[in-house]
């Protein structure tokens, strides 16, 4: 699940199970139990929690951390999804669902929905549909709905896919509910997406310390005056003889009991104490020191393994026509390994393939993948009469591992923080994002800036993700032969990552098996 901020504690406390006195805690602002753990606003942060349903299933929900940028979260949710998927039901996305919490404003105003809901249908992005809720309280910030988009409904990306919209009244609990059972039922049956828009208020400010009535004093001055959904329900269910006000006045006394209880209890402890989001995943891994980030590891392989692998990934199906162009480019992988001569792509393939064999799965992403913005890739190729797809490293003899790799469609953004997400589930995929061109990784900076250097600072989540940004100077001028390099290196300040200039192929080979023979994570730029 992700969602941003509205909300997040009632979500984190009544839904995941989060004690209160954890989260009174993090209002009075104590030191967190671990140095090295900077931390964030309470209401970024993410949970992991087991719930057991009244059949006695254990049901297993992870509600993601989260920047201030909105709707990032979204892509995060997507990745994470797929990669437990792909991880222990492949094949079946009915096992893991994904749902989204969005505002009425992010929604409408943020591109990244657009990139996300685009990969819905996608091979390499799909999840079997996500369940949108759209908390709609009319008003973003300080801005009017009629400032805040040009189409009718908040929710009208949905007709993007043609998904289905159910407009809900957020003060009529039991619609909300029956709303969401068919969102649910949708989803299982045709496993696309559905979108819940919950037409609702906000009643204070847009945070402790704001004023709404500023910039909206006739509609506030309408919600001082409005029943909460509480006490509507409530009602509700006394006059139809459900329950008797007694019940009701012991109900809220208990619960307002408890936390004061919590209250008083947090106050005695010391230290806020944070537990990793999704720890579950991350058993046998530990943060390191900046030292032990910099230590030797052994990336080497053994050459008679090599010599296999570069016999399968040099040598097409026989019984298939190829183009002359291609049997040639993979036919010289060979020549090249055995005259000592190994080029970039060839080193790349052999790193794959090396760590196919040692049970770690792969995973390539990004605009033109498959082949190689520079042609030099070619991890799939086509039969010449039927376009049918061959990929060598999946031929690979005592393969152990897994080996995709897809090309998305045209966004850097929400693809990068799709696997991010995948490589923050699955620390034993090498999960690779690659820029067309280095230059265009800043149409994902955020994701960058707000995830991927900094997430093991602020939510103590590691990871392994991999940034590779080709680029060269061949007079295709200023927007195609520079990464940007200086930007990664400024973001480097707290050994949280790796920054990485290849001289040769064989760096390269061995860069990308340190990935995965570290006995901790980190991403690493190339």
């Not at 080193?347 to 799965?361: K, N, Q, R, V, W």
Request: proline share 3%; aromatic share 10%.
């Amino acid at each position: 699940m992700g969602m941003a901020h509205r909300g997040r504690l009632n979500v984190l406390a009544n839904i995941f199970g989060k004690s209160t006195q954890d989260i009174f805690g993090e209002f009075d602002g104590k030191d967190y139990d671990q140095e090295y753990f900077d931390g964030d606003v309470k209401y970024h942060l993410g949970l992991t929690a087991d719930k057991v349903t009244r059949s006695g299933k254990k049901i297993n929900i992870n509600l993601a951390p989260n920047p201030s940028h909105l709707e990032t979260v979204g892509a995060v949710i997507e990745g994470i999804t797929r990669a437990k998927q792909d991880k222990y039901f492949p094949d079946d996305f009915s096992k893991v669902l994904p749902i989204a919490v969005h505002g009425d404003a992010a929604i409408a105003g943020q591109g990244i929905l657009y990139e996300i809901i685009q990969m819905a249908q996608l091979d390499g992005y799909k999840t079997g549909g996500t369940i949108h809720i759209v908390i709609n309280n009319q008003v973003g910030f300080t801005t009017n709905y009629l400032d805040a988009r040009s189409s009718t409904y908040c929710t009208d990306v949905a007709k993007v896919t043609l998904s289905p919209v159910l407009h809900v009244n957020a003060d009529d609990a039991e619609a909300v509910v029956h709303a969401m059972s068919f969102a649910l039922d949708f989803r299982m049956q045709f496993g696309r997406d559905v979108f819940i828009d919950l037409l609702g208020y906000r009643k204070y400010g847009h945070n402790e310390g704001d004023e709404p009535r500023f910039t909206q004093p006739v509609l506030y001055k309408i919600i001082a005056k409005h029943q909460n959904p509480r006490d509507i329900y409530a009602e509700k269910l006394l006059a139809e003889g459900v329950i008797d006000a007694t019940y009701v006045n012991q109900l809220e006394k208990e619960y307002k009991s408890g936390l004061e209880v919590n209250l008083e209890a947090s106050r005695k402890k010391d230290l806020t104490i944070i537990t990793p989001f999704m720890q579950n995943e991350w058993n046998g891994f530990a943060q390191v020191t900046d030292t032990q980030m910099l230590e030797k590891y052994d990336t080497s392989y053994a050459k008679d393994g090599l010599d296999s692998i570069i016999k399968t990934i040099s040598s097409l199906p026989s019984d298939k026509k190829f183009i002359n162009k291609i049997t040639k480019i993979v036919t010289d992988r060979k020549t090249g390994y055995d005259n000592n001569t190994i080029d970039w792509g060839t080193a790349e393939a052999l790193a794959y393939g090396s760590l196919l064999t040692e049970g770690f799965d792969v995973r390539i992403s990004g605009q033109d993948v498959e082949r190689g913005t520079f042609s030099h890739r070619h991890a799939v190729v086509k039969v010449e009469d039927s376009e049918e797809e061959v990929i060598l490293l999946n031929a690979i003899e005592n393969k152990k591992g897994k080996f995709n790799v897809f090309n998305s469609l045209l966004s850097e953004y929400g693809v990068l923080g799709f696997d991010y997400g995948y490589a923050l589930a699955n620390p034993n995929t090498l999960t690779i994002w690659e820029a067309q061109f280095g230059d265009f990784s800043n149409g994902a900076q955020i994701m960058i800036d707000q995830y991927i250097s900094c997430g093991e600072d602020k939510w103590n989540n590691q990871n392994g993700i991999v940034l590779l940004l080709p680029h060269g100077y061949e007079g295709q001028g200023a927007e195609h032969s520079s990464a940007r390099m200086e930007r990664y290196l400024q973001l480097c300040a707290r050994h949280n990552m790796y920054v990485a200039d290849c001289t040769t192929p064989a760096n390269f080979f061995h860069l990308l098996r340190r990935q995965m023979k570290t006995t901790f994570r980190k991403p690493l730029v190339v």
